[in-house]
């Protein structure tokens, strides 16, 4: 299973970004898709998730109301919309798969696959 992220960038405080996560070759199914980040000297935090069996989604308290998850069941692509983007949003933002559930979705450590990772700078 593969997964690409792509959309990452430099922004101004306030502006917005979309970042996708391409899986061409993976079926959710029953899995989760989420976004994290992990900032320099951070442990990476849970940002956004999205059931594939019930397209509920969740996100953490910092984000709620700026960022929004979203899937392209044709495309295999999930998308993050950022708005109103902060500097504390500056962070290296990763794509991840697991059988997590709505009480463990931002455990990043019960995820099975990661993508490389897209750089998002708020400034």
């Known amino acids: 299973v593969q997964l690409v992220e792509s959309g990452g960038g430099s922004v101004q405080v306030g502006g917005s970004l979309r970042l996708s996560c391409a899986a061409p070759?993976?079926?959710?199914?029953?899995?989760?898709m989420a976004w994290f980040r992990q900032a320099p000297g951070k442990e990476r935090e849970g940002v956004a998730a999205?059931?594939?069996?019930?397209?509920?989604?969740y996100y953490a308290d910092s984000v709620k109301g700026r960022l929004t998850i979203s899937r392209d069941n044709a495309r295999n692509t999930v998308y993050l919309q950022m708005n109103s983007l902060k500097p504390e949003d500056t962070a290296t933002y990763y794509c991840?798969?697991?059988?997590?559930?709505?009480?463990?979705?931002?455990?990043?450590?019960?995820?099975?696959?990661w993508g490389q990772g897209t750089q998002v700078t708020v400034s």
């Open positions: 999205i059931s594939c069996l019930s397209a509920v989604t």
């Open positions: 070759e993976f079926t959710c199914r029953h899995n989760f």
């Open positions: 991840g798969t697991g059988a997590v559930s709505s009480d463990n979705w931002y455990d990043g450590g019960r995820f099975d696959v």
